[in-house]
């Protein structure tokens, strides 16, 4: 650490900026969705187009079922399933969550006995009448049905901090109802609900999303935005302990998309 500036000097850094240069005559960054006729991208689309993440849309609303116990207190927040079910359906069981009108399950989470979600059974998701899904938490959790249920899109409790999750998108046009064979305890569905069914299919559990996975898999070692028209890696540089350099001078309009940089020390 430079005593003068209160900078830490890392030795032999490796600098990679890409920025793509947006003169008049080339193509915009991807806009926002401003029309509640156009939702924001759905589905699969939200992992691909991940550069759209920033963007407020219009046109939809976040929303969830949770077991939280409504007293405001702990004893009934799934402990005792009190709050857990919507209502019991036969043959399914108990309804987590439901849902009329277009909309996408964003998000699934359970917890239960140091995550040993197992007793929950069967996990029934039915999307505009058709059964998307029918597998028992814990093997949907552990990867067991394969792509797309598969990490890191679940998750069992050794890969995440004591719960499960699911977070494979699913969307539908006109109805959702999410139920689990046993009421066992804590959970929370988040969802979207969209104004109408434009530009929506319903999920479809036989599309692998090989791409998807791949992408998130390669988490911290790739850019997962695409690339935007124009795009340049500007200067990649390697810096000296005590050594500063300006990386780039660029005028005009542009966005700075990635900035890497890598200690020689940590391996990685």
């Not at 589905?43 to 949770?66: K, V």
């Not at 028992?136 to 394969?146: I, W």
């Not at 959970?187 to 791949?214: Q, S």
């Not at 988490?219 to 540089?237: E, F, I, M, N, Q």
Request: aromatic share 8%; charged share 15%; hydrophobic share 40%.
């Amino acid at each position: 650490m430079d005593s003068t500036t209160g900078i830490w000097w890392v030795p032999a850094l490796l600098l990679a900026t890409t920025l793509p240069v947006t003169p008049a005559a080339a193509a915009p960054a991807p806009a926002p969705v401003t029309s509640a006729a156009a939702p924001p991208p759905v589905g699969w689309q939200t992992y691909r187009r991940l550069d759209l993440l920033p963007y407020l849309t219009t046109g939809a609303q976040t929303r969830q079922f949770s077991s939280f116990d409504r007293g405001g207190g702990n004893d009934h927040d799934g402990f005792d399933g009190l709050y857990t079910c919507r209502r019991v359906i036969v043959p399914d069981g108990c309804v987590l969550a439901e849902d009329s009108g277009a909309g996408e399950i964003t998000s699934i989470w359970f917890t239960r006995f140091g995550g040993d979600v197992s007793t929950y059974g069967l996990l029934r998701i039915v999307l505009d009448g058709q059964v998307v899904l029918n597998a028992n938490v814990q093997d949907v959790v552990n990867g067991t049905l394969g792509p797309p249920f598969s990490h890191p899109l679940v998750a069992n409790a050794a890969q995440s901090s004591g719960g499960v999750y699911i977070k494979v998108p699913m969307p539908y046009r006109s109805a959702m109802r999410v139920t689990v064979q046993n009421n066992h305890g804590f959970y929370h569905l988040t969802y979207r609900h969209f104004a109408d069914p434009t530009g929506i299919a319903t999920f479809d559990p036989a599309d692998r999303a090989d791409d998807v996975l791949a992408t998130l898999r390669a988490a911290g070692t790739a850019d997962p935005k695409p690339a935007l028209p124009g795009s340049v890696a500007l200067r990649t540089l390697s810096l000296a302990p005590g050594q500063t350099s300006t990386p780039t001078q660029v005028t005009g309009p542009g966005v700075i998309t990635a900035l890497a940089v890598r200690v020689p020390q940590v391996a990685g």
